[in-house]
């Protein structure tokens, strides 16, 4: 099944278009990953996935459901980005439930749902802490937790490892992956770094001035890179 599909979606700001045209359909499971050189619009496409950003021209469906004009909190998504954006006043524990408190979940089910998802990302004992008692690697984690509190149908992360050093970028990359594994949520991810997009990768999108480049697996983009350009966001040898 398709979970997601993109029609000649387009961004403008003001006289400046910067996503110009993206046609892309995503199967269900699938973890697809954005790279391109910085400003191409892989943010904004995001953006307009998640409902953050509105779409200009074009048609977003997720599912069956068409949701160009759906809010982002409706669409059934999870947005996972580089600045961990915790709330520095609220425990781990309310941190991860906020999402779940906001749509008027009950209190139990909120406890069963923060208490799983903290199992699956090894933040049990974490729980009370604050933000700041955290180091890096944590903060992500809860990050992350408090995405898939939601059971979110798609998870989008945005250079979600990029404020981490190398050894802890590594490190949770291997956890990104082993969650998607585990989880199977479909999952779009925007990064810099070819190696992660090598290793999460079932398919990679290279982006370039808003429009798509090539797309293919990792394996096919590093065979057969249909330009220069393709070839040095891989790192192959062409
Ligand atoms: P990337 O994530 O690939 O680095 P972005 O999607 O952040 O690229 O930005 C794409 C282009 O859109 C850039 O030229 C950026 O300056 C521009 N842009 C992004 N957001 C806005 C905005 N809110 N207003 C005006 N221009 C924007
Ligand atoms: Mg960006």
Redesign the pocket.
């Known amino acids: 099944m398709t979970r997601l599909t993109v029609r000649n979606l387009t961004k403008s700001?003001?006289k400046?278009e910067?996503i110009r045209g993206i046609d892309l359909d995503v199967a269900d499971g699938e973890f697809v990953v954005f790279v391109?050189?910085?400003?191409?619009?892989?943010?904004?496409?995001l953006?307009m996935i998640s409902g953050l950003e509105t779409i200009s021209g074009g048609e977003l469906w997720i599912g069956d459901r068409k949701v160009n004009e759906v809010q982002a909190a409706k669409r059934g998504l999870a947005m996972v980005f580089q600045s961990y954006a915790l709330y520095p006043h609220l425990t781990v524990r309310q941190n991860m439930g906020f999402g779940l408190k906001v749509r008027k979940e009950s209190v139990d089910e909120i406890e069963r749902r923060v208490n799983e998802a903290a199992r699956t990302l090894q933040l049990d004992k974490l729980l009370d802490r604050y933000p700041r008692e955290l180091s890096g690697g944590q903060r992500q984690r809860v990050a992350i937790g408090r995405a898939i509190v939601g059971d979110p149908q798609v998870f989008l992360f945005?250079e979600p490892l990029s404020n981490l050093d190398a050894e802890l970028r590594v490190h949770m990359r291997a956890e990104i992956a082993a969650l998607h594994r585990r989880l199977g949520n479909t999952t779009i991810y925007?990064t810099h770094d070819q190696i992660e997009a090598m290793t999460l990768a079932d398919r990679i999108v290279v982006?370039r001035d808003?429009r798509i480049e090539q797309v293919g697996t990792p394996k096919e983009l590093y065979a057969r890179p249909d330009n220069v350009f393709v070839a040095q966001f891989i790192g192959s040898p062409k």
């Open positions: 700001f003001g400046l910067v391109g050189p910085s400003g191409c619009g892989k943010s904004t496409l953006r945005d925007v982006l808003g």
